[in-house]
């Protein structure tokens, strides 16, 4: 995904303009990042990509269903410790973010053209030789799973699994 020279410059910025608060919560047992420079710092170091989770936290129903169904789920839990470095993007309507979160939020929204919650972009963010440049590298996009009920965590799974291995 190419992204314009604005966008990138207004990226970098955000990134490198110091530590968002709370760069870090474990909810379910599972570390997710706020912060995307602190889970680009981890996912360099891992060599896993960032599962990015655009979500209304205080409004969204199809994101608490997808937290329930899928999020929460043991199989979810499993393959996220093994596979990716855990991102949420938050849009809540109830309470007001830090002015940097809501921006940098706000800036990978527009970056990936997220239209609707929930949404999961999983991506890589890689730094130039020199460190000043960062460049996005989205590896696929998912949703709420289409499968009958009770299946929802492995149709998830099986749909990430498939973009991990290139075939989007």
């Given at each position: 995904m190419h992204f314009n020279k604005l966008f990138i410059a207004t990226f970098i910025c955000l990134l490198f303009c110091g530590p968002l608060l709370k760069a870090q919560e474990v909810k379910n047992g599972l570390t997710w990042y706020t912060d995307a420079n602190a889970a680009a710092e981890v996912s360099n170091k891992t060599k896993k990509p960032i599962f990015g989770f655009f979500t209304g936290s205080d409004w969204c129903g199809w994101c608490h269903k997808l937290d329930a169904v899928v999020l929460s789920k043991?199989?979810?839990?499993?393959?996220?410790?093994?596979?990716?470095?855990?991102?949420?993007?938050?849009?809540?309507?109830?309470?007001?973010?830090?002015?940097?979160?809501?921006?940098?939020?706000?800036?990978?929204?527009?970056?990936?053209?997220?239209?609707?919650?929930?949404?999961?972009?999983?991506?890589?963010?890689?730094?130039?030789?020199?460190?000043?440049?960062?460049?996005?590298?989205?590896?696929?996009s998912l949703g709420y799973p289409q499968s009958e009920p009770g299946k929802e965590v492995t149709a998830f799974l099986d749909n990430a699994n498939n973009i991990l291995k290139g075939k989007k």
């Open positions: 043991p199989e979810f839990k499993a393959w996220a410790a093994k596979n990716v470095i855990l991102l949420e993007l938050d849009f809540p309507r109830n309470k007001k973010l830090p002015d940097a979160l809501a921006q940098q939020n706000a800036g990978l929204q527009q970056a990936f053209k997220v239209q609707g919650f929930p949404t999961i972009w999983i991506f890589n963010i890689e730094k130039d030789a020199t460190g000043s440049k960062m460049n996005l590298n989205a590896l696929g």
